[in-house]
Nanobody
Framework: QVQLVESGGGLVQPGGSLRLSCVAS????????MNWYRQTPGKERELVAG????????NYADSVKGRFTISRDNAKNTVYLQMNSMKPEDRAVYYC????????????WGQGTQDTVYS
């Protein structure tokens, strides 16, 4: 019954900002590492950011470091991705998969949300 619903994608100019949300249900949210991935046609799926269960540790891809911020609100079962100073290469479908316990793979995925950075 695990569900992950991403939202907040849209149209943005280079240098602009978007805030993505992912609402989770069907599992004990606060014990799982959560991630943001993105997928662009013709490109490999890329891990953008990760965050531990209580938000104490975060990790970012070099391509977004200093521009994106991952956070979570466990009371709302929600993980966020604040994207600032966006670039054309940030255009992608963004997903918030759940990390498997004790492993680096992701076991559940939602449908994603589309970000379009035009130039």
């Amino acid at each position: 019954q695990v569900q992950l619903v991403e939202s907040g994608g849209g149209l943005v100019q280079p240098g602009g900002s978007l805030r993505l949300s992912c609402v989770a249900s069907g599992f004990t949210f606060n014990i799982y590492v959560m991630n943001w991935y993105r997928q662009t046609p013709g490109k490999e799926r890329e891990l953008v950011a990760g965050i531990t269960g209580f938000g104490s540790v975060t990790n970012y891809a070099d391509s977004v470091k200093g521009r994106f911020t991952i956070s979570r609100d466990n009371a709302k079962n929600t993980v966020y991705l604040q994207m600032n100073s966006m670039k054309p290469e940030d255009r992608a479908v963004y997903y918030c998969p759940r990390a498997s316990r004790g492993g680096s793979n992701c076991d559940y995925w939602g449908q994603g949300t589309q970000d379009t950075v035009y130039s």
